[in-house]
């Protein structure tokens, strides 16, 4: 297990007032930045360290257990040097939105909807933010901690799973 | 009619060539795609949310059913994900079965690719001979782990059970005629006209708009992309095989069909290495912790019974943390993201899928061509609706 890692010095070379936290859990490198500076993170991991690659995003939903309820997770892959970094950034309940990765990476366009649609999580500049697996006129937002397995309107589940 | 309408149709759910539940809405003009907006989650089971309210062990029978093609390879995935957060190391001899079975998954996904992308352009008997291979896999499937598709056969730690002696036969004669199947689907397409003209120049993408949007897998070493995660990020042990990674040049629906090919040949190169290493010895790690223990110290003791019952109703515990996996599926890269809290269920799963990154690119690689080519550029991309909608 490396020490330092290529992009994570260059990050912390250039982006030191937005890092919230840098650590490694289990050989994964991983960056948390604020939610403000997320493009231009990317964008600089994308220009100058050749993550040329926005694997996936997701989210987490910290629901109690944080005073920032959603946690957003952008994992990057980098072709030429065959090596992983994730980033992370804040978000919180009040404020539920942060800047879309598609200005950087067009792989963001699907992945975000995604987490619009079962997270509720807003992307500002999202060229077109729709829900994609459920329904358009679902209501709520399936993997929120809030919403309840069995569905919005159903008793729940009595057997083991409840 | 005018002659310059533009006419709006709706390919799917129900098109035979969408293979599962897939919706395209198509603005035509003419026979020309002017936008594609894809519809999808009409398979949609929520296996992310059912994923947290269950155990690690009762959440990988529900990986089986995302890409229900190559349910092995979503078995490895999720286990090498629990055992990353778990930090065990398995035994030689499952870790060589795995690759034998993971490598013989990607053969019948790609058989399915194959015989469907055929079917769709018109060339029916490469579909009847591909799956009369494909059924070989699946009666392997049968053979040691009882079921033909959702397998459910590894455990963390190594495997469910060790396979039955017939199996290391069955599955050598296999591979030993493979080849020659490959062969001859070759020369029922790569130089058939019908073939190469439907599929020559056909859902071009770039390097760069392939890496841009996403893509992963044969689809983006079609492009000319050397990246391949058993080679480049190895997993599994993938780092001791000797195997080629195939590259195409033209970034067309015609090279993607060759690196598939290539990479059926370089499978059974790694499935014949895997064989000559296969030395007999446990088939799970020793962490009671974590694994089952043998079926008859349950039946025969009654610290057996009592082990199985705490696993079996409890789950084990997982330490705090995040890891994420990403293999080498045979439709792409497939990477599960797991969470932990310390309790026995995962905190979030997230899964990666291949396919549902993939489609992403349909527009891209459709537009102003024809709406039959569209049924080729589906094919070409090798979806599965499973694993889109989870």
């Known amino acids: ?56 995003v997701t989210a987490i939903d910290y629901l109690g257990k944080s005073s920032d309820r959603f946690m957003m997770v952008y994992q990057l892959t980098s072709v030429p040097f065959k090596d992983r970094l994730r980033i ?18 067009a792989s963001a366009g699907w992945l975000e909807r995604e987490v619009y649609d079962l997270f509720g999580i807003k992307f500002d ?14 209501e709520g937002h399936p993997l929120r901690k809030d919403y309840p397995l069995q569905g919005p309107d159903r008793e729940p589940y009595k057997g083991r799973l409840s | 009619m005018a002659n310059n309408e533009i006419m709006t149709i709706n390919m799917g759910p129900q098109h035979p060539s969408t293979h599962g539940v897939l919706r395209m809405v198509i603005e035509l003009d003419g026979e020309n795609i ?24 009762q959440t990988l029978p529900l990986t089986d059913r995302l890409d229900y093609l190559a349910p092995m390879s979503n078995n490895l995935g999720y286990i090498l994900a629990v055992e990353k957060l778990l930090g065990i190391e398995v035994p030689e001899r499952a870790q060589t079965i795995r690759i034998i079975m993971t490598e013989l998954t990607r ?23 591909a799956f009369r291979e494909r059924e070989t896999i699946m009666e392997t499937y049968e053979l040691i782990s009882g079921a033909r598709m959702t397998s459910n056969f590894y455990r963390a730690g190594g495997l469910s059970q060790d396979v039955p002696p017939e199996f290391e036969k069955k599955v050598r004669e296999f591979i030993a005629t493979m080849p020659g199947y490959i062969d001859t689907y070759e020369g029922l397409l790569t130089t058939n006209p019908i073939w190469v003209k439907r599929t020559v120049g056909n859902g071009v993408i770039s390097a760069e708009d392939a890496t841009d949007i996403g893509i ?18 190895p997993y599994a042990g993938y780092e001791s095989y000797k195997f080629e ?103 979030r799963m997230r899964i990666r899928p291949p396919s549902f ?16 080519d569209l049924v080729a550029i589906i094919g070409t991309l090798d979806i599965v609706l499973g694993e889109i909608d989870r």
Request: proline share 5%.
């Open chain 1, 125 to 138: 500049k999202h060229p077109d933010l729709r829900r994609i697996l459920m329904t358009p006129d679902w």
């Open chain 2, 107 to 129: 053969l019948k996904s790609h058989l399915v690719w194959l015989a469907c992308h055929a079917l769709d352009i018109g060339a029916m008997t490469v579909f009847i001979y």
């Open chain 1, 88 to 105: 992370k950034a804040p978000v919180t309940e009040a404020d539920c939105s942060i800047g879309s990765a598609t200005q950087v990476y």
């Open chain 2, 216 to 233: 992963t897998g044969p689809a983006l070493r079609g492009s000319g992309v050397d990246f391949d995660l058993r080679r480049d990020i």
């Open chain 2, 357 to 372: 990154v993939n489609l992403q690119a349909i527009e891209k690689m459709a537009k102003g061509s024809m709406v039959a």
């Open chain 2, 245 to 347: 990674v195939p590259v195409g040049k033209e970034c067309d629906t015609f090279d993607r069909y060759k690196v598939r090919l290539i990479e059926m040949r370089e499978s059974c190169k790694i499935i014949n290495q895997a064989f000559e290493r296969l030395k007999p010895g446990p088939v799970l790690a020793d962490s009671p912790q974590v694994c089952y223990p043998p079926k008859d110290s349950v039946y025969n003791s009654i610290e057996g019974l009592i082990h199985h019952f705490k696993i079996a109703s409890e789950g084990y515990k997982v330490p705090e943390g995040e890891v994420y996996m990403g293999i080498e599926a045979p439709k792409g890269e497939l990477g599960f993201y797991i969470v932990s809290d310390g309790s026995s269920k995962p905190y």
């Open chain 2, 34 to 57: 002017l936008k594609i907006d894809p519809d999808i989650g009409y398979l949609h089971r929520g296996v992310e949310k059912l994923s947290e309210h269950r155990t690690y062990h």
């Open chain 1, 1 to 56: 297990m490396a020490d330092t890692n290529r992009a994570v010095e260059k990050l912390q070379g250039n982006f030191e007032a937005s890092i919230v936290e840098v650590k490694q859990d289990r050989g994964d490198w991983i960056v948390t930045v604020k939610k403000e500076s997320i493009i231009d993170v990317l964008a600089f991991l994308k220009r100058e360290c050749r993550f040329d690659m926005l694997t996936d």
